[in-house]
């Protein structure tokens, strides 16, 4: 019995990623937050909430940097982790502290077909997202944090 697997990398292809096409995420959303734009690129950032133990990473040495948000500056309270890869610089994800270190959210830009395989059921921070830019028919608006309900 082989479950096949969804694989993605970084834009230098020192890190992939791999998720069995069994486990599927817990919640996908986009999020306009500030942090999101900056370390995007763009307007927000497209994410999937996975367990940790379902996600295969592997990487050339030294391949990982990590930048982690003091819990006195993020929305929660908890610091968050965001792993990136140090040779492209492509942002990877994120292990908010908030679950200690059960879940990771994943750049799902990452994954060939990623976008197809899963769309954004929640926008968050909507406050901050641009006027010239319309929300997704069907999910959910949070102003700022949605529901992850976990
Ligand atoms: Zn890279
Ligand atoms: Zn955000």
Avoid at 55 to 64: C, E, G, H, V, Y
Avoid at 88 to 117: A, H, N, Q
Wanted: glycine content about 10%; hydrophobic content about 35%; aromatic content about 8%.
């Amino acid at each position: 019995m082989s479950s096949q697997s969804i694989s993605g990398t970084c834009l230098c292809t020192a890190t992939s990623l791999s998720i069995s096409t069994t486990a599927s995420p817990s919640l996908v959303f986009i999020c306009h937050c500030r942090d999101c734009q900056r370390l995007a690129g763009g307007t927000c950032q497209v994410v999937a909430v996975f367990n940790t133990p379902d996600i295969t990473i592997s990487k050339t040495p030294d391949a990982f940097k990590t930048y982690t948000i003091p819990g006195s500056s993020t929305h929660s309270g908890h610091d968050k982790a965001k792993v990136a890869c140090e040779r492209c610089g492509c942002t990877l994800y994120t292990i908010p502290m908030k679950w200690g270190g059960e879940k990771m959210v994943i750049r799902i830009s990452l994954f060939d077909g990623g976008f197809e395989r899963w769309k954004p059921t929640q926008e968050w921070f909507v406050k901050r997202r641009p006027a010239w830019l319309e929300a997704i028919d069907g999910a959910k608006q949070f102003d700022e944090v949605g529901g992850v309900g976990m």
